[in-house]
């Protein structure tokens, strides 16, 4: 360790990052219509892109979510029961977000999770050097594959923090499936909040996916540089265009990498054709309404417990209990 100041984390390497990648490009792209599954945009580069995303200010979820954790700490602390649960973050990125729980609600032991992971590596001590008073046990894994956690103490309360509508990465029905395992993970008397981008005018959706700096079409681009980069992949990736859109019949944001022209493409001896304007689906970003949400959350076995949102109604914040647990305060 380098700096002296540097806190002390656990950290378990579940080594989600190589083998898979290889086999799951060459199976999605060994399907037509090509699609490529959107875990696989957070390398070190493609994390750090969507640290810019964030920032951007068409982007418009991370800052008006951060208000709302900030604003209702306090509401979610009590719902959680008070001080001292185990915090589980599937999906912790830079964890950012969950700086703003941290203080109010003062975890045990917080457990961010991430498939990225030097990133979580990085983020975890972070965390573990600003708050010293905290646990730490950063869990590297591909959080859409099972993954146990057998150091919880069986009667430790568990709060699990699902921000940034990472949710709308899933379709609906895996959704429900997700929000079912998040369920069991909360158990009785835990709970699960999660962050949710609603439905609104197409235009600030397009807007929000297509900044006018080109960060959302580098994060996507970046796809094709990681294949490149680590499957000895050969995209010329100037010939590829970032396409996003709103598809309001299904109620989702579409990405795409959309071919220019006819082309192929060599990866680790394999040859993959693409016609002009061929796409590979690279993401959808389901977006819900307060209500569909709340059924979707109750067909996965949770039951709404709190809902905040911002005045422009943008983004929505669910406090969620596992079904059948004790009455709501904020019912
Ligand atoms: C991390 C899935 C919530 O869907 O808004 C941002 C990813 N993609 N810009 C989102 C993303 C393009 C983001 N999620």
Not at 82 to 111: A, H, M, Q, W
Not at 158 to 176: K, M, T
Request: hydrophobic share 40%.
């Amino acid at each position: 360790m380098t700096e002296a100041t540097a806190a002390e984390i656990r950290f378990y390497n579940a080594n989600p990052e190589h083998a898979d990648f290889y086999r799951e490009i060459i199976d999605s792209l060994s399907q037509r219509p090509y699609r490529i599954p959107p875990k696989f945009f957070y390398d070190k580069e493609g994390s750090r892109l969507f640290e810019r995303i964030c920032d951007q200010p068409e982007y418009y979820p991370t800052r008006t979510e951060m208000a709302l954790l900030e604003q209702f700490a306090g509401e979610i602390t009590e719902l959680a029961g008070g001080t001292g649960c185990f915090l589980v973050e599937p999906g912790s990125g830079s964890c950012e977000k969950v700086r703003t729980l941290l203080d109010p609600l003062k975890p045990n032991t917080y457990i961010p999770m991430d498939i990225s992971c030097e990133h979580l590596r990085e983020a975890a001590h972070g965390v573990a050097s600003e708050y010293p008073w905290l646990d730490v046990h950063a869990v590297c894994a591909d959080i859409t594959e099972t993954v146990s956690l057998p150091f919880i103490p069986e009667q430790a309360t568990r709060v699990v923090f699902y921000p940034g509508s990472s949710i709308g990465n899933f379709e609906p029905l895996e959704a429900e499936a997700f929000l079912g395992d998040l369920a069991h993970l909360a158990g009785p008397g835990g709970g699960v909040l999660v962050g949710v981008d609603l439905k609104k005018d197409p235009a600030l959706l397009h807007a929000a996916y297509n900044d006018a700096r080109g960060i959302t079409a580098a994060f996507n681009l970046n796809l094709l540089e990681r294949i490149n980069r680590e499957l000895n992949g050969d995209f010329n990736v100037a010939d590829f265009d970032h396409h996003a859109f709103y598809n309001a019949s299904a109620g989702r944001i579409e990405m795409h990498l959309v071919s220019k022209c006819r082309q192929h493409v060599n990866i680790d001896g394999h040859r993959f054709e693409f016609g002009k304007n061929e796409h590979i689906h690279t993401e959808n970003s389901y977006k819900y309404t307060i209500e569909e949400f709340r059924a979707l959350a109750r067909r996965a076995g949770l039951e709404p417990c709190a809902v905040w949102t911002d005045s422009a109604a943008l983004f929505s914040l669910h406090f969620l209990r596992f079904a059948g647990s004790p009455a709501c305060r904020f019912a």
